[in-house]
């Protein structure tokens, strides 16, 4: 006989009780099918993301530390929806070429743009989606682009590996879509034009002064070659002030802090990506996370420092002296961040020659000289646009030239920071140009200085990598991911400035 008064020793439960269970059970349901759909969605996402095998290719160079080294590539391929760049154009090429070097710690990245008409060794690369593959050919040479173009990203990252020696762990490309949807997702980013810039090949088209641009416009500038000097090489300075916008950008509005937007972010990116095989989405969360609250001055975007190529004077080719930037990333030496406050005197530097632009052109006959003079003004302040050698290899004095009475506080501060080059009026410049003469007085200095570098004692037991003394910037010239849009100038003169 049922009885009313409920079970023995179980207390009755009252009707919002159970209610309020139900509710809670509900929501339990609803939420474990929520993280389950989105999981859902992100799998699906990290798994449309083209995978390229890069197992079988060559040895590869040894690895010496825990370090990352990511080949990123910008391609030019107008397949799909990439064939409003322009569908006449058959083949893919590697637009841009960038070794990612993120340091053991994590507490610095450096970006090393390889211009993409460097020549390299041909060397043999199987045919690889649609790619015909290339057969090695001994004593011949190729633009690096070109490596791209015959055997897909397989066959860059071995070039690139058996050139530099360093030991690439993954790669990422990523086409003009991609390119576009990424900077949309970001809220846009900041540039900054000297003048006025009309170009009908990279669509650009903006008044001088500072703009805030989205995909489209941001790809323009990236693309833009036909302006300044019209040259590869600045069209990479142009395109590392770009990138750390991007980097400000992403920090300003924490995007990798905010798994959301970081989503959306990835979302837009995959449909137009590929990477290596190895690159699980364990090891995307490590890089990210690496990255998570690394502030922009840590990272520092450096151009690999190139000299004419003599048979062909549309490439370039890299000088003996770059294995030391290939040595420094592959033990990961040198690229500690950069000291964060910038001195008084520096900001005086360089509001004084941010209108102008300066070339380091070696007159002494000394290999070398005129890079570590640049390097040196670079460090103090001034923005190098390139490095030469002069006709003649008898100055003995330095020399500063500047073209035009505008520019002799510029042309007077840059002689002062090289110990007292002299001054010289050239009118034969470009308005904007002052040209620097190294003589043989500045390389006695120089040989002096590092004499006295090698005879000081050094602490016994003590790394290169625990104690760096230089930045690849320092060293090199380039900048980093804080650099400000507007003192970009010299990524900009030349004959078609203005254009």
């Known amino acids: ?81 990439n064939q409003r760049f322009g569908r006449h154009v058959t083949g893919q090429r590697s637009d841009t070429i960038i070794i990612l070097h993120i340091s053991r710690d994590g507490h610095a990245v450096v970006v090393l743009s390889i211009p993409r008409d460097s020549v390299v060794p041909v060397i043999a690369c199987p045919p690889a989606d649609g790619s015909p593959g290339q057969a090695p050919q001994p004593g011949r040479v190729e633009q690096i682009n070109a490596t791209f173009a015959a055997g897909g990203p397989g066959c860059l990252w071995e070039t690139v590996e058996q050139t530099t020696h360093i030991h690439l762990d993954h790669f990422i490309q990523l086409d003009f879509i991609g390119f576009e949807k990424v900077i949309d997702d970001i809220g846009g980013v900041s540039i900054c034009l000297p003048f006025a810039i009309h170009d009908p090949r990279s669509q650009l088209n903006l008044s001088r002064g500072r703009h805030h641009v989205y995909g489209h416009e941001a790809l323009a500038f990236w693309r833009a070659r036909y302006i300044g000097e019209g040259s590869d090489l600045q069209r990479i300075r142009r395109d590392q002030y770009l990138m750390a916008s991007v980097l400000q950008a992403a920090r300003h509005r924490d995007f990798v802090g905010s798994p959301s937007r970081l989503v959306s972010v990835i979302t837009d990116a995959a449909k137009n990506m590929t990477t290596d095989a190895g690159l699980n989405l364990q090891t995307m969360i490590t890089i990210v996370d690496s990255l998570r609250h690394l502030p922009p001055g840590a990272v520092q975007f450096v151009e690999l420092p190139t000299v004419p190529y003599p048979a062909n004077a549309n490439w370039v080719q890299w000088p003996a ?142 790394s290169r990598s625990a104690t760096p003394k230089k930045t690849l910037t320092g060293q090199y010239g380039g900048i980093t991911g804080s650099a400000k849009q507007c003192r970009a100038n010299s990524a900009f003169a030349g004959p078609n400035g203005g254009n």
């Not at 023995?8 to 929520?34: D, N």
């Not at 000291?339 to 005197?345: H, L, T, V, W």
């Not at 003995?396 to 501060?413: D, L």
């Not at 308005?431 to 590092?450: C, E, L, Q, Y």
């Open 321 to 462: 002296a770059d294995g030391a930037i290939f040595n420094d990333l592959a033990h990961d030496l040198a690229v500690q961040r950069p000291a964060k406050p910038e001195s008084r005197g520096q900001a005086l530097v360089e509001a004084a020659t941010a209108s102008v632009s300066v070339r380091v052109i070696n007159g002494s006959g000394e290999a070398g000289v005129a890079n570590v003079a640049a390097s040196e003004l670079t460090a103090k302040g001034v923005t190098v646009a390139l490095t030469g050698t002069a006709r003649s290899h008898a100055y003995q004095t330095s020399w500063v030239e500047y073209a035009s009475a505008a520019n002799r506080n510029a042309a007077t501060t840059i002689a002062g920071l090289l110990g007292g080059a002299q001054l010289k009026l050239n009118p034969t410049l470009r308005p904007a140009d002052i040209r620097v003469v190294v003589g043989s007085d500045f390389a006695s200095k120089h040989r002096a200085a590092s004499a006295s570098a090698s005879a000081s004692p050094t602490q016994s037991g003590t």
């Open 1 to 81: 006989m049922p009885s009313h008064m409920g079970e023995p020793g179980r207390p009755r439960l009252s009707t919002r009780t159970r209610v309020f269970r139900w509710i809670a059970a509900g929501l339990a349901v609803i939420l474990v099918l929520a993280c389950l759909t989105a999981y859902l969605k992100f799998r699906s996402v990290w798994d449309s993301i083209t995978r390229v095998n890069v197992a079988n290719l060559g040895p590869a160079p040894r690895k010496f530390t825990n370090a990352m080294n990511v080949l990123v590539i910008g391609s030019d391929t107008r397949a799909g929806a």
